[in-house]
């Protein structure tokens, strides 16, 4: 009889090891990494929580695949998981390519942000996909100042009753944002009661950040002009650090991103007295 449960427990261990990882086979774990890379690619972000549930493998084989892709330079870690990786510090897409990405997620800030706007506010818009939709979302309100740096937002807003005000600058025909002295000159004479902040990097460490060193400036002015500032991005844009610096986390009141953000940025930014409204 002890010979037979000798058996038993011998031939059980291959079935144990089979089902927790892909490992013995090459091909097999070259597919798996690649799979990992398209779900990064096409959801913005990957977790090894998720990825273990999904592929039923272990976490510590998981981790392993991201460290490996990471070296290569496919994607970027990030706290219990990782990023598509971007492609520099510089990486500055158009506003065209940004509305292809997390669409749905930008819907839902816009109209959370839209949520603690109050009638006959003034209202500050930065410009991006994000804000754009925030903009759409104010669509609601009767009466608002809107000050914004972004032509398309302006276009978005002319259907409106909004007292609507450019603030003038050099066109940036990559994302439709007005930016230079001209820009950070009226914003001095300015004053908003709150400013939505789109941003492209969001570090705990390094800040609020952009790829152009030109609309950093515009950035900073608008924070420095508004009472309240809010913050508006998907979850990906944390962990992520471009070229120059905005303003420190502790600038920011408010931020508003997607329910994918990640527990411990969550509880860090709580730490810091921001509040995160996830939608």
Do not use: Y
């Not at 981790?63 to 870690?77: A, E, F, N, P």
Request: charged share 20%; net charge neutral.
């Amino acid at each position: 009889m002890s010979n037979l449960r000798h058996s038993a427990r011998n031939q059980k261990t291959p079935q144990r090891d089979s089902a927790i990882g892909l490992d013995s086979d090459p091909m097999l774990i070259e597919e798996r990494r690649q799979h990992i890379l398209s779900i990064a690619q096409n959801e913005g972000r990957v977790r090894v929580r998720d990825l273990s549930k999904a592929l039923g493998i272990s976490q510590i084989t998981i981790r392993k695949d991201l460290d490996h892709l990471q070296s290569k330079g496919l994607l970027q870690r990030s706290h219990g998981g990782a990023l598509p990786a971007q492609p520099g510090a510089l990486f500055d897409p158009s506003l065209q390519e940004k509305e292809k990405s997390h669409h749905g997620e930008k819907q839902r800030i816009g109209a959370a942000a839209a949520d603690i706007v109050k009638e006959g506010q003034c209202v500050m818009l930065d410009s991006g996909t994000t804000t754009t939709a925030v903009a759409h979302a104010l669509k609601k309100f009767s009466h608002l100042t809107v000050i914004t740096n972004a032509v398309n937002i302006a276009a978005e807003l002319t259907g409106t009753n909004f007292d609507v005000i450019l603030t003038g600058g050099i066109l940036r025909k990559n994302s439709f944002s007005l930016v230079g002295p001209l820009a950070e000159d009226m914003l001095a004479e300015m004053h908003a009661d709150i400013l939505f902040l789109g941003v492209d990097g969001f570090d705990l460490e390094i800040g609020l950040t952009t790829p152009n060193l030109l609309e950093s400036r515009v950035n900073r002015a608008m924070v420095n002009a508004a009472t309240t500032v809010v913050a508006v991005c998907d979850a990906t844009k944390f962990d992520r650090r471009s070229l120059s610096r905005i303003v420190p986390v502790t600038a920011v009141h408010h931020i508003i991103t997607d329910a994918s953000l990640p527990k411990s940025v969550h509880d860090a930014l709580l730490n810091l007295n921001i509040q995160v409204t996830l939608v």
